[in-house]
């Protein structure tokens, strides 16, 4: 059984939270979403900086939801460490564009929760209990004009190397820390600050602006753009709280991909992808700098939806 983006964890919380029309939307485009620990008082990196809102100035729509790529240093092993935060959904040109993007790598270090060097395809990922989700993927991605990442990203390529937990261990770790009470807990105090009036009034706007949207001339392209911008809105403004430091759904899993990543810069690679969502950059981020001694240089940016009629006019 394969596992892909936390499936049986999403469908949990999206049945927890239908009342919530945005949250299943955002935990199909990441397979983890985390925020900020403010028990640790830890804001060195938070999820809005892997992810943003592209407006020029001046101009009131949205030009594109991008995601990351940050650049790190190892100088005392002459290594270079890049972390590619994606989303679940999006352009067909941004997975083209990312398989570009690996071929200038010694190794790409992918999530999936499976069993050891399992290769994703199109095929696996519709296949046993992830059905359902993928189902509801693709059902949102037709709906807004894009696609699904297994579709399209070539997880065939030789430089492509399985960083993930299995199964089993997943199930275990999940378990050994009561992830499924503390996501309950968070959502729990979440929904509360959530509550009363203003939150009525919100619901009501959104529902003005899903209605305007789809009366528009481009229902599609106004839909991308009132999403994204409500996304990024969720992002800074609510701080939603799934997994996060000392839980198996963001620490054990990134722990596992660092440990690749150690095996594979020993093996003499010199050039590292760490390929995961977009979710569990701001901790690999902290480790790198911690743990690794790395230094961050630089910070790149790919268009995963284009929010305007001319891709190709922008790049």
Not at 92 to 106: A, G, P, S, V, W
Not at 129 to 148: C, E, K, N, T, V
Not at 228 to 249: P, R
Request: glycine fraction near 6%; charge should be negative; include cysteine.
């Amino acid at each position: 059984m394969r596992y892909n983006g936390d499936s049986v964890r999403i469908l949990f919380l999206d049945g927890l939270m239908k009342h919530q029309y945005l949250f299943a939307f955002f935990l199909c485009l990441f397979p983890a979403l985390s925020f900020i620990n403010e028990a640790r008082g830890d804001r060195d990196y938070v999820f809005s900086d892997f992810l943003r809102i592209s407006k020029p100035e001046g101009q009131r729509p949205p030009a594109s939801y991008d995601t990351a790529i940050v650049k790190f240093v190892d100088e005392k092993n002459n290594t270079e460490v890049h972390l590619i935060g994606v989303i679940h959904i999006g352009d067909e040109e941004y997975y083209t564009e990312l398989n570009e993007i690996f071929k200038r790598y010694d190794a790409v270090l992918y999530e999936l929760v499976a069993e050891e060097d399992t290769r994703p395809n199109a095929e696996t990922g519709r296949n046993e209990s992830q059905s359902i989700l993928s189902a509801f993927q693709s059902g949102i991605g037709s709906a807004l004009a894009l696609d699904f990442q297994l579709d399209h990203i070539d997880y065939h390529a030789e430089n492509m190397i399985h960083a993930d937990l299995n199964p089993t261990e997943f199930a275990r770790r999940a378990t050994e820390r009561n992830d499924i009470m503390q996501m309950f807990y968070r959502l729990l105090l979440t929904g509360i600050k959530k509550s009363g009036p203003d939150s009525q009034r919100e619901e009501m706007r959104m529902q003005g602006r899903l209605l305007g949207a789809f009366l528009a001339s481009d229902p599609k392209l106004s839909l991308k753009r009132l999403l994204a911008e409500e996304m990024a809105k969720q992002l800074d403004e609510s701080g939603w709280i799934i997994g996060g430091e000392g839980s198996a759904i963001i620490t054990d899993r990134n722990d596992a991909a660092l440990q690749v990543l150690l095996r594979e810069r020993d093996n003499g690679k010199k050039k590292i992808a760490i390929f995961y969502g977009a979710a569990h950059l701001p901790e690999f981020a902290k480790s790198l700098e911690r743990d690794f001694q790395m230094k961050k240089t630089g910070i790149d940016w790919i268009i995963a939806w284009d929010l305007t009629r001319n891709r190709s006019a922008r790049q």
